[in-house]
């Protein structure tokens, strides 16, 4: 069993920066790939970002391409979401997930067994 509890968000202006961050239980973190995902009132939760075991490997949806970053820590069993340039599209609950099978697809909500309970990330114009 894995627990994951994020952390950061909150409110920000357009054009500012934050950092969210993912606190995993266990030992085994540094075997997972992990990923972020977000959802808007209204809307299907979708990806946002996801970084493999080593932090070697890191995909990013289109939206947030050149804007966010995903890194790892895994002396800590965090994983963090760097997010600048935040725009209004961006308000949502982020939401960071575990992903423990090999060779899932990681840019779909499937891909993933464990989750977090989410933060809410709020840009104001």
């Known amino acids: 069993q894995v627990q994951l509890v994020e952390s950061g968000g909150g409110l920000v202006q357009a054009g500012g920066s934050t950092r969210l961050s993912c606190v995993a239980s266990?030992?085994?973190?540094?075997?997972?790939?992990m990923g972020w995902f977000r959802q808007a009132p209204g809307k299907e939760r979708e990806f946002v970002a996801s970084?493999?075991?080593?932090?070697?490997?890191?995909y990013y949806a289109d939206s947030v391409k050149g804007r966010f970053t995903i890194s790892r820590d895994n002396a800590k069993n965090t994983v963090y979401l760097q997010m600048n340039s935040l725009k209004p599209e961006d308000t949502a609950v982020y939401y960071c997930?575990?992903?423990?099978?090999?060779?899932?697809?990681?840019?779909?909500?499937?891909?993933?067994?464990?989750w977090g309970q989410g933060t809410q990330v709020t840009v104001s114009s």
């Open positions: 997930a575990a992903a423990v099978r090999i060779g899932v697809p990681l840019e779909y909500v499937y891909g993933y067994d464990y």
């Open positions: 266990g030992r085994t973190f540094s075997r997972y790939s």
């Open positions: 970084i493999s075991w080593s932090g070697g490997r890191t």
